[in-house]
């Protein structure tokens, strides 16, 4: 194919940071070419099938015609109602959704079009120093710059909002916080987002949490809401997403919820780029937040069973790691004096096991690997083998 000097990516687009996503699949590409067969413990796409009753909803809503042309830009009444008796009966907070709520196709695309709304050139977004990758690259696709915000392992990986200079924090428009986290597994309290909240106040800025893994916790006690903070909804908008709750992934669903001025520039940005979610999902979505009781449960099993098969594994080979409490992943130091790429690329072309380094999720995740918990617990286990004998072997 030939390329011609018209087509040329914009100075933004082309400006960005190499995708360390895209550098993994090569070296698994390379890896597969040479015949190897791979773990993939890289991206965490779940491994477990959407729910047969959602699936059904799916079909029955996808056979109705009057699903068959575009969708309302802002959401369907079903799924409305749906997200309006989660949020009262997951959080005990009240909403209206249609003015304070908007579906989406998976909070990805809602968090970077969120930016686009508020941010432009000449602004700044503050974004934790171990991210979510889309937070930075909104922020740089519109213009905007990135502030980071530390995040230690000393602290838990807790934000230290107190880091945060007087400087960064006037130039800032958007705060953006992801608990409970991907990568760490570090998740908060409410205790959290009242100082959140209460600095999105004082710096007169919007606090953007994004809550994708909210019923992913293990310990018995649920994740909060940023929305629960007394008076958050003026400052605060959250993001919702049935990708790993429901493993509807591939089915690309997801809600914003929170403050109205908010949703209306979310929903403004929307409606000039395109149309709304497909409304079958949007009622097979509504079908799992109504059947969240039954169809979580099964879920947060499989998970915490494949945490505590790899903890396990990796305790039986005499490496004690630490386990996290929520998310679907386990984030381990890279073995001391040890590059992270060398790690990465050596558990990939000598034990067929792909993680992902850390610092696919910036520069504050140097020193770290990231395993997804997305294959059976008996693969898990095999996999937390070689990657304890390798790391027996490469530590000097
Ligand atoms: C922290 C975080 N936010 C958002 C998303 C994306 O969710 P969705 O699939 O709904 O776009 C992910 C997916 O991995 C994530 O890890």
Redesign the pocket.
């Known amino acids: 194919m030939t390329t011609t000097a018209k087509v040329k990516q914009t100075e933004v687009l082309r400006r960005l940071p190499p995708y360390v996503f895209a550098e993994l699949d090569r070296l698994k590409a390379a890896a597969r070419s040479r015949g190897a067969t791979l773990v993939d413990l890289g991206i965490?796409s779940p491994d477990i099938p959407v729910a047969p009753t959602i699936i059904d909803e799916l079909a029955r809503a996808a056979r109705d015609p009057s699903a068959h042309g575009y969708p309302p830009f802002r959401g369907v009444p079903r799924f409305f109602d749906a997200i309006g008796a989660y949020m009262q009966s997951r959080f005990d907070i009240a909403v209206d959704p249609p003015r304070e709520a908007l579906a989406l196709s998976?909070?990805?695309?809602g968090?970077a079009q969120l930016v686009m709304s508020l941010c432009g050139p000449g602004d700044s977004v503050l974004v934790p120093e171990i991210y979510?990758p889309v937070y930075a690259r909104s922020a740089w696709l519109s213009g905007a710059e990135v502030s980071w915000i530390p995040m230690r392992a000393r602290d838990g990986f807790v934000l230290d909002l107190d880091a945060i200079s007087e400087e960064d924090a006037r130039r800032a428009r958007v705060l953006i916080v992801?608990y409970p986290n991907?990568p760490t597994g570090a998740r908060v309290e409410l205790e959290f987002y009242e100082r959140a909240v209460a600095f999105a106040r004082q710096h007169d800025l919007v606090l953007v949490s994004?809550l994708?893994?909210s019923e992913l916790t293990f310990d018995g006690s649920p994740a909060p809401s940023a929305l629960q903070v007394e008076g958050a909804s003026e400052v605060t908008i959250e993001?919702h997403?049935?990708?790993?709750t429901f493993s509807m992934?591939g089915l690309?669903?997801?809600f914003a919820v929170g403050n109205s001025d908010a949703i209306e520039a979310l929903a403004a940005y929307r409606t000039n780029t395109g149309y709304g979610t497909p409304t079958a999902v949007q009622h097979a979505a509504a079908f799992a937040l109504d059947n969240r009781l039954e169809l979580v449960p099964p879920k947060v099993a499989a998970y915490k069973a494949r945490r505590d098969a790899m903890a396990a594994a990796f305790e039986a080979e005499g490496w004690r790691i630490p386990v996290p409490d929520a998310s679907m992943y386990l984030w381990l130091p890279v073995p001391e004096g040890v590059d992270d790429w060398s790690w990465v690329q050596t558990l990939i072309d000598e034990d067929g096991v792909v993680v992902t380094p850390g610092v696919a999720f910036g520069a504050g995740g140097k020193g770290f690997f990231r395993i997804s918990l997305v294959r059976d617990a008996k693969t898990l286990t095999e996999a937390a083998k070689l990657i304890a004998g390798r790391r027996s072997r490469m530590t000097i």
Do not use: H, M, P, Q
């Open positions: 965490g998976g909070a990805k695309e968090l979510y992801n991907n994004d994708a893994y993001f997403s049935f990708s790993k992934a690309r669903i997801g």
